[in-house]
């Protein structure tokens, strides 16, 4: 039984994990950077990221007297 905790203690000491934990950090972000890579391709393939452009656009404004709403707009 001594053996054992012996073992544990030695480790839990140790660096022999260091690396694997080190690894799953740097694989989990990679991972997210390549999830929101997808998504902002998928955007733009499917125009959405155009929608919201024309929509922001002061131009968009419906019913629009001139240039006094594109004035008000900015």
Do not use: N, P
């Not at 039984?1 to 140790?14: A, D, F, N, P, V």
């Not at 694997?20 to 950090?25: F, G, I, K, R, S």
């Not at 452009?53 to 707009?73: P, R, T």
């Amino acid at each position: 039984m001594g053996s054992h905790i012996e073992r544990y203690k030695q480790l839990i000491g140790s660096a022999c994990g260091q690396s694997t934990v080190e690894y799953t950090v740097v694989l989990g972000a990679l991972l997210c950077v390549v999830a929101g890579l997808g998504a902002l391709a998928s955007a733009v393939g499917d125009g959405v990221l155009v929608q919201h452009a024309i929509a922001a656009a002061s131009h968009h404004v419906e019913g629009s007297v001139g240039g006094a709403i594109d004035a008000f707009c900015y």
